[in-house]
């Protein structure tokens, strides 16, 4: 089949944004008077959680603690947006080495240019905001973010999603990913994956990707997203660079 579309995970993917979640989440906790406060390592070990209201969920049943309501758990994950969006907007997160490039490519080369994310829609705005100068929807032809779907990753569902409002086939597409559970997510939903750890992710296992590099500025990644067919690109590449 040939390459019709390239689908970006976003948190750790196009950009190391993890610890100004991290950082977002404590001021949320701080600002709600929650004594709760996750350091680097808390935080390494509760992303195996994708979700950030699924995360705290996680960190109540860790500690043993009196779950928040409903809507007290929406109210603190709100303006833990807020506290992230605001931090994405200083410019202090700049995009991976290599995504720019190879959205620039994809464009060259006719290619759909996809999100498939966990994470809440205002943060790939403000993502976008920061780095391009521009709206999500004026970088991406199309967006699959957070909780438009039930299950999250390692779940398919975000790029079942994200392939049906591109109308292409999962072997017409490419997919990048940092996390073992972005790589699980697309991997299941039939898409080749190219894996790119990150600084939260380095530690977990990315053996189901097709192609696992330090970053997307890595040639292995243009030679082999390149090629037209699809098909040479998946029987030809190597699992790991
Ligand atoms: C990463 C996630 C998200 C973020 C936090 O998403 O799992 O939950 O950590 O964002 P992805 P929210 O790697 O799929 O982009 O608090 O908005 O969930
Ligand atoms: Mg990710």
Redesign the pocket.
């Known amino acids: 089949m040939t390459l019709k579309a390239l689908i970006f ?5 196009l950009a190391e944004t ?1 610890e100004l ?1 991290r950082e977002s989440f404590n001021a949320a906790f701080a600002e709600a008077g929650l004594a709760w406060v996750w350091d680097r390592d808390d935080y390494r070990r509760l ?1 195996a959680v ?3 209201k699924e ?1 705290v969920r996680a960190f109540e049943s860790e500690r043993g603690l009196n779950p928040l309501g409903e809507d007290a758990l929406r109210a603190l ?1 709100s303006h ?2 807020m506290f992230f969006t605001e931090g994405m907007a200083t410019g202090r997160v700049p995009l991976r080495p290599g995504v720019e490039e190879l959205m620039l490519r994809g464009r060259e080369r006719g290619l759909a240019l996809a999100v498939a ?4 829609r205002p ?1 790939v705005d403000a993502l976008c905001r920061a780095t391009w100068g521009r709206k999500a929807a004026e970088v991406f032809d199309v967006i699959a973010a ?1 909780d438009e779907v039930a299950a999250k ?1 390692p779940a398919p569902d975000i790029y079942v999603l994200a392939l049906a409002r591109l109308g292409v086939d999962a072997g017409e597409t490419l997919a990048f990913e ?2 073992e559970a ?1 790589v699980a997510a697309a991997h299941r939903a039939g898409l080749s994956v190219v894996a790119a750890p990150s600084v939260y992710t380095c530690h977990q296992d990315l053996s189901l990707a097709d192609l696992i590099v330090a970053d997307l500025a890595d040639p292995a990644v243009m030679a082999a997203f390149t090629r037209r067919s699809l098909r040479s690109y998946s029987e030809s590449i190597d699992r790991t660079v």
Do not use: A, C, Y
Not at 117 to 120: A, F, H, L
């Open positions: 995970d976003v948190d750790g993917t993890e979640h992303l994708t979700g950030g995360r994950h833990k947006t994310t966990t994470t809440s943060n957070g990753k940092d996390s972005g």
